[in-house]
């Protein structure tokens, strides 16, 4: 389960001095705190935001539109609401402690670029590739004791031969 998978990051990124733990799952759209207990479905550019913003100390505006929208013309709304629609998720999952995740700030040359503060980790995790993983791992299982059970069967069947035999002395002669 994700909760298993993600704790140990989550854990990890708390001893770095994050505060917080955001767990994203890219192919469902899904955030969720490290709890499990809350969690928001986010649109595929949203989730590519995300992406970006936990690699990346600067993520520019410019680069958000190429990151959320490949291909694309957007217009430059689209990325304050898309921006506006992370803070709210983040200020729901994380129960409004901390209002300000995502941040923004301006370099040398007056642009714009926005980033994760220091109280938050971002953990990748793929909950779908996991129950997948673990389904593959159970039919597997069932496999081995099917395997197991057809040699016993074929066992108990020879011994109940053998038995009819030298009961019956069936025994060529």
């Given at each position: ?14 001893g ?9 799952n ?16 986010l ?10 913003l936990?690699d990346?100390?600067k993520?520019?505006?410019e ?63 793929d ?18 004791l ?6 016993l ?21």
């Open positions: 389960m994700v909760k298993m998978m993600s704790f140990g990051s989550c854990f990890s990124a708390v770095d001095g994050k505060k917080y733990c955001l767990i994203v890219p192919n469902a759209g899904v955030v969720k705190n490290s709890l499990g207990d809350r969690s928001r479905k649109s595929s550019s949203e989730i590519k935001i995300i992406m970006a936990k990346k100390k993520v520019y505006r680069d958000i539109i190429k990151i959320g929208w490949p291909n694309k013309i957007v217009s430059v709304s689209s990325v304050g609401v898309s921006l506006t629609n992370i803070r709210k998720v983040l200020i729901y999952i994380f129960k409004g402690e901390l209002n300000y995740f995502l941040e923004r700030g301006v370099d040398k040359d007056g642009k714009s670029f926005y980033y994760f503060n220091e109280n938050i980790a971002v953990i990748i995790s909950e779908t590739k996991e129950k997948r993983n673990i389904m593959n791992t159970i039919i597997h299982k069932i496999k081995v099917i395997s197991k059970l057809d040699f069967l074929i066992f108990l069947l020879i011994m109940i031969i053998i038995s009819m035999f030298l009961v019956f002395g069936v025994v060529g002669g």
